[in-house]
Structures are given as structure tokens and as C-alpha cells.
């Protein structure tokens, strides 16, 4: 019995390096292409930003001056830009007063992470 755990034990490391091998040689699909299937869409209204809406298309804002126009309290009307996995639920986010309207499909493949963004770099 310890005879047979030995040769395991020593099979091991040549297994483990085979199955390496294998996975150096296969082609792998190109990284990250499921964020350039993104939506942007644009947010129009006044008073509170629905911020739940963030969660629940898990989006974030644009850019530095969309996420202080999400957090800036006014009657004005503003425009806020947002980048989502998922389209905005248009009938709820009238309900709260404000509007959505889907800008393009988002081409993020080569985002620059070094500029602001709190989701996904």
C-alpha cells in the first residue's frame, strides 16, 4: 500500500506537467470580449438619481462628471451617461421620473483603464 501511494506521489508532478503542456499549446479565446458588449445609455431627469438602477443593470457612470451629476441632489434637469451589461428598464425608471435613451452598443474592448471608471478595470 505505501509502495503504491509512493509511485502516486511520484506521478503526480508529470501529470500536473502534462496537463500544463496542454494548456500552453491550446489557443485561447481573446480576453475580455464580453465587455465590449456593453450598453451606453443616457439618464434624463431631475431630483434624486435612482441608484438602485446602477445595481441593477450593473452599470457605472461614464465619467468623473456623470458620477457627481449622480450624486449632485437638484430639481434641474441633467444628463447622466452610463455604461451597463444591460439595457435600463424604461417603464420603472419612468416611474421615478426619469428617462432613458440608449446612446450605442458601447465598443469597450480597448478601454483605457488609467482613465476613471469604478467597474471593470
Given at each position: 500500500m505505501l509502495d503504491l501511494?509512493?509511485?502516486?506521489?511520484?506521478?503526480?508532478?508529470?501529470?500536473?506537467?502534462?496537463?500544463?503542456?496542454?494548456?500552453?499549446?491550446t489557443p485561447t479565446p481573446k480576453d475580455d470580449v464580453w465587455i465590449g458588449k456593453l450598453y451606453k445609455f443616457e439618464l434624463v431627469g431631475s431630483g434624486n438619481f435612482p441608484a438602485w438602477v446602477l445595481s441593477e443593470c450593473k452599470g457605472y457612470p461614464e465619467t468623473r462628471e456623470d458620477s457627481e451629476r449622480v450624486i449632485k441632489s437638484s430639481m434641474e434637469k441633467r444628463t447622466v451617461t452610463i455604461v451597463s451589461q444591460y439595457k435600463p428598464n424604461e417603464v420603472v425608471l419612468g416611474s421615478?421620473?426619469?428617462?432613458?435613451?440608449?446612446?450605442?452598443?458601447?465598443?469597450?474592448t480597448k478601454d483605457n483603464c488609467s482613465e476613471y471608471h469604478t467597474w471593470p478595470c
Open positions: 501511494t509512493l509511485k502516486l506521489i511520484q506521478l503526480a508532478p508529470w501529470v500536473i506537467s502534462g496537463a500544463s503542456l496542454i494548456c500552453a499549446l421615478f421620473g426619469w428617462k432613458a435613451y440608449l446612446t450605442q452598443d458601447a465598443d469597450y
